[in-house]
């Protein structure tokens, strides 16, 4: 039983690049979110999803991109990446919006 | 002013300590409560949804008040163990925006 799988967990860009972060759950749940943590920041929500096919932003959205074609996929994209946007960011999936929350393993970002 | 805020720690309290934290949430449309634990360099995990009549799970109680918008979380016989930073989490109206306050770090010692 996987739950919810994040890949990569380590990654260092240039300022300037692109990437796509994998997020991946095997739970069937509808929900899926994407967030960053900063020191002393706690957890910022950038993009939400409450199905497939639809998203929504978060408190944090801007320099990100994410789509929900499936169920059980929900990639969030640097579409050009920033030091500013140095962060771990978790995926999380839940069965409904008022749902306790399952977490990735995250994935260790840093931007030189 | 923040949606979600927490006491901001940390606490150092020695093995066997009862210790609470508090966190009050802006939004009184909010429907849904939790406290989450998280370790070092690791992701957030569960510790307890919160309702309304308040509830127990073996050492860890947690009480809501939606007059006030206040939630608590009290931990007796601390352990070394339950070192780590706790997190109140809320969600909105509508229950699809999960906010996170910034967490609260619990030392306990020997």
């Known amino acids: 039983n996987a739950g919810v799988t994040q890949t990569p967990k380590f990654q260092v860009l240039k300022t300037g690049q692109s990437m796509t972060l994998q997020c991946a759950q095997d739970?069937?749940?509808?929900?899926m979110s994407w967030y960053r943590q900063d020191p002393g920041m706690g957890l910022r929500l950038i993009h939400y999803?409450?199905?497939?096919?639809?998203?929504d932003q978060g408190e944090v959205p801007n320099g990100y991109n994410v789509s929900r074609s499936t169920t059980e996929d929900f990639p969030l994209r640097l579409l050009s990446a920033a030091p500013s946007q140095t962060s771990v960011y978790f995926c999380?999936?839940?069965?409904?919006?008022?749902?306790?929350?399952?977490f990735g393993n995250g994935t260790r970002l840093t931007v030189t | 002013r923040k949606e979600v805020e927490q006491d901001p720690g940390p606490f150092n309290v020695p093995e066997g300590a009862t210790v609470a934290f508090n966190c009050t949430y802006s939004n009184s449309a909010s429907q849904s409560f939790f406290w989450y634990r998280q370790d070092c360099r690791k992701e957030p995990k569960l510790l307890m949804s919160?309702?309304?009549s308040g509830n127990e799970d073996g050492r860890f109680t947690a009480q809501l008040n939606r007059a006030s918008q206040y939630i608590s979380l009290l931990i007796r016989d601390s352990k070394l163990s339950d070192s780590a930073t706790y997190l109140c989490v809320v969600n909105g109206a509508g229950g699809f925006k999960t906010i996170f306050g910034a967490g609260t770090r619990l030392f306990v010692k020997a």
């Open positions: 999380a999936s839940s069965q409904t919006g008022n749902s306790p929350l399952h």
């Open positions: 919160v309702y309304s």
């Open positions: 739970m069937n749940h509808e929900y």
């Open positions: 999803s409450v199905g497939a096919g639809i998203t």
